[in-house]
């Protein structure tokens, strides 16, 4: 089997374990928490509702209003700014959730521009981290000649390594921002960012959902907005020289294996060869007492044409040449013992014979 090809299915073992695993531990941690806390709203629905003698029907449209309410308490979401801070999300496929269109045209226009919008933005944020891997890169090369390395070329694993550190200063660095203008705790904050940077969005902390912040705080509007796009851009570079990574080696195992296949290729020559000069041996030793004789069989092992294979088991193009031109000289030298001998024969009076 194809080393891509058990990669690709150990990837998809590994993926269905981690999803397992997953599942295992969020089930420990989770589940005892929701259910103490479905009781306890239920309680006090339940009180609520035997108090002021509210019916279901008017509980129930009471919940959904107070679920509708929420993104309103936030400030007015649908002006220029809170657009923007959607458009933002909708691009970015991190979708909190915290808003989303009521009308026909503004589902059918979300639509269309998520389509054309995720793309394009998958392209710029592919291409910026490329030049910001580029730019990362002069530095470290010229970082390094300043302090005198001997080697001044940059690996990937250290520009993935240079990566990771400036991902980890952002999103610290971002934390503490957000901790202080949100009023999260820092575990809020960083978790907010985590969930942020890797798109899944949640949406169950969300920025600019405080005090009318769109409305009142534009600074802080640019600032986050800024911010979130900032830090997707070093991620993308990030997540760009890992699949960059992946795809090197993939590219290695191909040639490896086009190496591989053209040597298989040369030995089945150089073995045909073999198999025609032996046939040739060995009738050349069967066809008369000349050129079977001890010397000849001796010099011919010099040339013999299996030691060299095995000698040279990664022959290319110029391995064969040489190989054929040691065949001909071979050949030749024995024709030319023979006539020797024959001459020799012709002085001792046994031409006739002969």
Known sequence: MKRQNVRTLLLIVCTFLYLLLGAAIFDALESKNEEREKARLEDIETTIQMRYNISDGDMEKLRDTTIELLPQKAGVQWKFAGSFFFCMTVITTIGYGHSTPRTNGGKVFCMIYSLIGIPLNLVMFQSVGERLNIFMGFGIKNLKRLMRFKKAEVSHT??????GLTTGFITITGSLAFQKFEGWGFL?????????LTTIGFGDLVVLQKNNHLQKSPQYVFFSIMYILGALVVVA???NLLVLRLLTLNTEDEKREQQEQAMRQSAIELNHIDSHI???SNHNTSSGPLLGSKETKNRGALYDPFTLNSSNLHANSLHLSLYRQTIYDTQYHDLDYTLEQFRNSERSGKRRSV
């Open 158 to 163: 250290e520009l993935v390594m240079i990566g």
């Open 188 to 196: 809020d904050a960083y978790y907010f960012i985590t969930i942020t």
């Open 237 to 239: 570079s990030v997540m």
């Open 278 to 280: 032996a046939f040739q």
